[in-house]
């Protein structure tokens, strides 16, 4: 299959290039608008993507608490989940409304829970599902969805079923496709074990890249050096960090440094005195503070210090009356290893 003659692309139906070359993936139970906040404060231009939120959830739940955002927190992706065309176009209305600049539609996820709502990865295997989903969002919102998607599923694990797939999808209108490097195997493996048992291809993500030159393509999957990320980016338009930026968060300012910005990246303590002020306001909305701390423990991995410092950050933010203070006391743990 040749790659497909692709409708006109409008300059505003994706984010600008820049925006797009480094980004932190969709994370369940991770990338909440706490985390989020907490990653932009080290790196002013990475992209950023919410957890992925079911199309319905958009629609009947409280649309606050799972689209809310901080204005800093731009740029960033609603990444919906679905399969129904006009629910999954009146959900990505609704998250454009609210200020998201991209939907993403989440064609990668391999759990359980999501295969028994019909969507995810086993969506690969229906790219005429897909391509109406991306047609119906574009309908309705006047953009195309990005996709996120694996590299095939099961036993369809070759190049021309990947190639059909993003083909006929991209035939709809999508212009952006995350593709993480590996399949999904959707029986047997827990979504734990899909990320990192089935063997990363990344030679097939920059063969895709080649067969739609006129696409932009974002790899992503076990990227965890900025020498990878600099060799990646030479075969494709963009990487997407997963699961050492929540691990190692600083290394995002680092990347910011080094790819994005030529700026001085703010130091650990900055940061921690920057979330401190965050921190105080969200209590005041009525936020419990271990919802946000939780998310800052991999601040200062591979730092002398670092263990006490995440025992003092854990076991202080459930007491009863711990405040936004206790993060600048908790410096005085690097004070006795030094």
């Not at 998201?100 to 064609?107: A, G, R, S, T």
């Not at 999808?169 to 979504?191: D, E, N, Q, Y």
Request: hydrophobic letters at 40%; charged letters at 25%; aromatic letters at 6%.
């Amino acid at each position: 299959m040749s790659q497909p003659n692709l409708p006109g692309t409008r300059a505003d139906d994706l984010p600008e290039r820049a925006s797009t070359l480094l980004s932190v993936a969709p994370m369940l139970d991770r990338t909440d608008r706490h985390c989020r906040y907490f990653m932009r404060l080290l790196a002013p231009d990475i992209r950023l993507y919410t957890e992925m939120v079911v199309a319905q959830a958009v629609i009947h739940g409280d649309r606050a608490r799972l689209l809310d955002f901080a204005p800093l927190e731009q740029p960033v992706a609603l990444q919906l989940g679905g399969s129904e065309p006009k629910l999954l176009a009146a959900a990505a209305a609704i998250g454009r409304q609210w200020g998201y600049d991209e939907i993403n539609l989440n064609i990668g996820c391999p759990s359980d829970r999501v295969q028994s709502g019909s969507f995810g990865a086993c969506l690969m295997s229906q790219p005429r599902v897909v391509a109406d989903c991306v047609r119906a969002i574009a309908g309705e919102t006047g953009h195309a969805p990005s996709v996120k998607t694996r590299i095939g599923i099961d036993s369809q694990d070759h190049f021309e079923f990947l190639r059909d797939f993003v083909g006929e999808v991209a035939a709809a209108g999508c212009r952006m496709f995350i593709i993480h490097a590996r399949k999904a195997i959707l029986s047997g493996l827990s979504p734990k074990e899909n990320r990192s048992i089935p063997p990363l291809r990344y030679d097939v993500v920059y063969r895709l890249k080649r067969e739609f030159p006129g696409l932009r393509i974002v790899l992503n999957g076990g990227v965890r050096d900025s020498q990878s990320v600099r060799q990646h980016l030479l075969h494709v338009d963009g990487v997407m960090i997963g699961r050492e930026a929540y691990s190692n968060p600083y290394w995002l300012a680092e990347l910011q440094s080094e790819f994005l910005a030529e700026c001085a990246a703010a130091s650990r303590a900055e940061i921690m005195l920057q979330m401190q002020r965050y921190v105080a306001e969200q209590m005041q909305a009525g936020v419990r503070l271990a919802h946000i701390t939780r998310h800052l423990l991999g601040l200062y991995a591979g730092q002398p210090g670092a263990r006490e410092w995440r025992r003092y950050i854990t076991e202080t933010s459930r007491q009863p009356g711990a405040d936004a203070e206790m993060l600048q006391r908790s410096l005085d743990c690097f004070k006795a290893a030094a």
